[in-house]
């Protein structure tokens, strides 16, 4: 079974979340602050990771997964929408970049599905940015880079 680490201080996102990637059948560890998903990191297949967080940023807790080499897929799901942030966020580590308010159905078990089943790097682009061809030139060189 797959373990996703989902790292949410908001219950009315992280609790609706964990049931839904339940119900797709993911393993779910549930932690509010970054210092107990660090704590948590180990043996899990995908972090899903909100920057926002009451102990630390969500970009601390990514470049710490990575600085301990760990290649495990991390998605940020954030407010944080501004182009800049994305980049910081693609930048700090993670694989992929996911905007709130998000369609539940949507983005979390195919982006999910879609991170554990590709390799960490290169950068991924969010399932729900994949749709937006306006994006495109702003996020890799062609979509013909996107497999």
Request: proline share 9%; charged share 25%; glycine share 6%.
């Amino acid at each position: 079974m797959t373990t996703v680490l989902l790292v949410e201080d908001d219950p009315a996102i992280s609790e609706p979340l964990a049931r839904a990637l339940g119900r797709e059948g993911y393993d779910v560890r549930a932690h509010a602050t970054g210092a107990e998903a660090l704590a948590d990191v180990r043996g899990v297949d995908l972090v899903v990771l909100d920057l926002g967080l009451p102990d630390m940023d969500g970009l601390d807790v990514a470049r710490e997964i990575r600085s301990s080499g760990n290649r495990l897929p991390i998605l940020i799901l954030t407010a944080r929408t501004d182009e800049v942030d994305m980049v910081v966020g693609l930048d700090a580590g993670a694989d992929d970049y996911v905007t709130k308010p998000f369609r539940l159905a949507s983005s979390s078990p195919a982006c999910g599905r879609s991170c554990v089943a590709r390799p960490p790097s290169p950068p991924m682009v969010s399932c729900a940015l994949r749709t937006s061809a306006w994006m495109w030139p702003r996020i890799a060189p062609s979509p013909a880079t996107w497999s």
